[in-house]
């Protein structure tokens, strides 16, 4: 299930970010390196690479930019933050809907 819903046009570059505040233990100051985002087509497929770029983390938010993706595709988008003091890890899941009319612009 996810946390959040977005949506973005298969032209768009959309920034997005989690923020671990409260999420990961209070003696997490920062995020270790190997914290990262994942992306996965409908069919469970890994395609990080064709929609993740420019990953960033910065204290415990963790950030990238959404690229490309087919119009009327929905894809899993999985932050995995682990924390830099704790090595805890924690995950939040944004479902990224891409299409070319989104819903949030009159036509």
Same mark, same amino acid.
């Given at each position: 299930?996810?946390?959040?819903?977005?949506?973005?046009?298969? #032209?768009?570059? +959309?920034?997005?970010?989690?923020?671990?505040? $409260? *999420?990961?233990?209070?003696?997490?100051?920062?995020?270790?390196? *190997?914290? #990262?985002?994942?992306?996965?087509?409908?069919?469970?497929?890994?395609?990080?690479?064709?929609?993740?770029?420019?990953?960033? +983390?910065?204290?415990?938010?963790?950030?990238?930019?959404?690229?490309?993706?087919?119009? $009327?595709?929905?894809?899993?988008?999985?932050?995995?933050?682990? $924390?830099?003091?704790?090595?805890?890890? +924690?995950?939040?899941?944004?479902?990224? +809907?891409?299409?070319?009319?989104?819903?949030?612009?009159?036509?």
């Amino acid at each position: 299930m996810a946390h959040e819903v977005a949506e973005k046009s298969t #032209t768009e570059l +959309r920034p997005y970010q989690f923020d671990f505040t $409260g *999420v990961l233990p209070s003696t997490d100051a920062t995020l270790d390196a *190997v914290s #990262t985002v994942l992306a996965y087509d409908s069919s469970g497929a890994l395609i990080s690479s064709t929609i993740v770029t420019n990953i960033a +983390r910065t204290g415990v938010i963790l950030s990238c930019d959404l690229q490309n993706g087919s119009n $009327g595709e929905d894809y899993k988008v999985v932050f995995q933050a682990k $924390g830099g003091t704790s090595a805890k890890t +924690r995950e939040r899941v944004l479902e990224l +809907r891409v299409r070319n009319n989104p819903s949030n612009l009159v036509a």
